[in-house]
C-alpha cells in the first residue's frame, strides 16, 4: 500500500492500470492465480470474502500496479 501510495495511487481504477475488464479478469484468473476466469465473477467474489465484484476488481487492479510499480523499480534498481 505504501508503494502505491508514495506515487499517488491511493485509489486505483481502471485509467491508472490501463487494462479494461476483459484483460483485467484475464491476467489476474489465468497469470496471477492460474485458474481459469470464473463464469460468474460475483458469486466467485462473494464466495472469496469480497462484498462483490466491484471489490474484487479494486483488489485486482491495486495487484496489477502494485507489480508494475515494483517491478519498473526492481528494474531500475539493477540498471544503477
Keep these: 500500500a505504501r508503494l502505491l501510495n508514495s506515487v499517488g495511487l491511493e485509489s486505483t481504477g481502471p485509467e491508472e492500470a490501463a487494462l479494461g475488464d476483459e484483460e ?3 491476467w489476474f484468473f489465468t497469470e496471477r492465480l492460474g485458474r481459469p476466469v470464473p463464469s460468474n465473477l460475483d ?3 462473494r464466495g472469496a470474502g469480497f462484498s462483490g465484484v466491484d471489490e474484487l476488481r479494486r483488489v485486482a487492479l491495486r495487484e496489477h500496479c502494485f507489480l508494475r510499480l515494483e517491478g519498473g523499480l526492481m528494474a531500475r534498481e ?3
Excluded: N, S, V
Design 24 to 26: 483485467l479478469w484475464r
Design 78 to 80: 539493477r540498471e544503477a
Design 43 to 45: 458469486r466467485y467474489a
